[in-house]
């Protein structure tokens, strides 16, 4: 069971379960808004188209009452009439309307016509007199019309009080409107009724109850409801599918280069690399991405190997040296060559130096804080060099303040002093400057040019490796082990600047190194 929830966990935490739930929730929330604005919509357009029936049609039995036609012979049509007096009593129905709901009076019987006289209180008779008198006495009291016993006013004031009733032959412009249900010959259904007032010729105030059916709205209605029910969980269906196969054939290069990966972990060759796919996208970039830091991975675990290799190759000299001078003075105490046993120690010392300090510098050691000025220094390493055929020169040496630690600085110059002393044929020169030939302002350049044979040009960018020596014939002892360049390279490029060799007027090497310029007030001089 724990494998199982396990295994449910992996696929919903993939990256295309995720996409395609992502996607599906997404189509889902956007389908349940569409659909309830479709059905409202819908609803809403054809609730109108029915109301605006049911009004036609009772306006149109309306005006039929309104000139004066029968209640017994108006024309309803095929649809639920019904027409109820002020009383609520049924006057009038449509043929084959056999029950009825949502009206005042649910009867479908009307009242015959000799069951409702008509309440007409401005009928007059023959004479003209409005009681029915024929002597023409309005109030029935003996006197004539022309007599004033202020009839008329009573009659004013029934009109203000009737002023918001309709008058003969006028139908109601206000419509409301009931839902109800009805049945016409045997078919039972709901209705939309719209109900209007009407006053007849004679004074009958009416109101008409005339149905549209609702048949059709709720057909139309129901239909797009079970589309919407039964087409969107197989939309949402087609979604998710589809998303999980296009997020699937996406991420099969990412899938190619973790399996590539893998593989290269598990047999940690360095060599072997991730396919790329053909397209240059956002995958086919990951994939040269990783194949670059394959190569420089590649190259580093190389140069460390290389590296490890020739710092044990370069100590295995002196301690066999120093050992077997050891060895030689236990036997023969007399024959101890103190001297070379203290040399090999002396170079034992210094490749370790050396040794530990590149590994400080490939750990990304950066320099301390503070400003050294160029030409002080150059004048100090100049004046610790010892008298000999071999004479090392100050050039000119104006003031060039730079950023960086005294003591790295310091080891760069005497590399290159030390390095320029055992190739040149009588002069070392030193001079410092500053902008003079650096490629833009706000640069140091600091030169040691010698008179020796120089450095071939296909071989300039090769001193800088580690462990190098052109001409490999020569003694350990005069040549070194080949790091004091490589180290001047390391320090400079920690420093912002660079360190490149070329020919020097004098004939021989002339190495350059180059600086950012800082202003003397921005730091402080350190100690050397």
Do not use: C
Request: hydrophobic letters at 40%.
């Amino acid at each position: 069971m724990a494998s199982r929830a396990r295994g449910v966990r992996g696929v919903l935490g993939s990256v295309k379960a995720r996409a395609a739930l992502g996607a599906t929730a997404v189509v889902a929330a956007a389908l349940l808004l569409t659909g309830v604005a479709v059905l409202w919509l819908l609803e809403t357009n054809l609730a109108r188209e029915v109301d605006l029936q049911a009004e036609v049609r009772a306006r149109d039995v309306a005006g039929q009452i309104a000139t004066g036609a029968a209640l017994g012979s108006i024309e309803t049509g095929d649809e639920p009439v019904q027409v109820l007096d002020d009383d609520k009593r049924v006057r009038a129905v449509s043929d084959g309307l056999e029950a009825i709901a949502g009206t005042d009076n649910n009867s479908v019987t009307a009242l015959p016509p000799a069951d409702s006289p008509p309440r007409d209180d401005n009928r007059r008779d023959d004479d003209g007199d409005s009681d029915g008198d024929s002597d023409g006495d309005s109030d029935g009291d003996g006197d004539s019309d022309d007599s004033d016993d202020n009839s008329d006013d009573g009659d004013d004031d029934n009109r203000d009080g009737d002023a918001d009733r309709l008058g003969p032959g006028e139908v109601d412009d206000d419509v409301e409107f009931a839902r109800g249900r009805a049945t016409v010959d045997g078919r039972s259904g709901d209705y939309r009724f719209a109900v209007l007032e009407v006053r007849s010729p004679r004074g009958e105030e009416l109101t008409i109850y005339a149905g549209a059916p609702l048949e059709l709205e709720q057909a139309a209605v129901g239909t797009v409801r079970t589309t919407l029910l039964f087409g969107a969980p197989l939309l949402l269906a087609v979604v998710a599918l589809t998303t999980w196969r296009v997020t699937r054939q996406a991420l099969r290069p990412v899938e190619d280069i973790r399996r590539g990966m893998a593989e290269i972990t598990r047999s940690t060759d360095l060599s072997r690399r991730v396919p790329e796919p053909p397209v240059r996208d956002e995958v086919g970039r990951l994939a040269a991405t990783t194949n670059e830091t394959l190569a420089a991975l590649e190259a580093s675990v190389e140069r460390q190997r290389r590296f490890v290799a020739d710092a044990s190759h370069e100590l295995r000299s002196p301690i066999a040296s120093l050992r077997t001078q050891l060895e030689v003075a236990e036997a023969h105490p007399e024959l101890l060559d103190l001297p070379g046993a203290v040399q090999d120690t002396v170079r034992l010392q210094d490749l370790a130096a050396d040794l530990l300090l590149l590994a400080r510098l490939d750990a990304g050691e950066r320099p301390r804080g503070g400003t050294v000025d160029l030409a002080e220094l150059a004048a100090e390493e100049v004046a610790r060099r010892p008298a000999d055929d071999r004479t090392v020169a100050a050039g000119p040496l104006a003031s060039a303040p730079v950023a960086g630690s005294r003591g790295q600085l310091a080891r760069v110059l005497g590399n290159l002093l030390d390095n320029a002393r055992r190739h040149a044929a009588s002069r070392v020169r030193v001079s410092v400057t500053p902008d003079g030939g650096a490629p833009g302002p706000g640069r140091a350049v600091l030169e040691v040019a010698d008179d020796g044979a120089g450095v071939p040009e296909a071989e300039r960018e090769r001193i800088f490796e580690r462990f190098v020596r052109l001409d490999d014939a020569r003694s350990r002892d005069d040549g070194g082990a080949g790091l004091g360049l490589a180290i001047a390279r390391e320090i400079a490029v920690r420093h912002g600047g660079s360190l490149t060799v070329g020919t020097a007027p004098e004939g021989g090497a002339l190495f350059r190194l180059t600086l950012p310029l800082v202003e003397p007030s921005s730091g402080q001089h350190q100690p050397g």
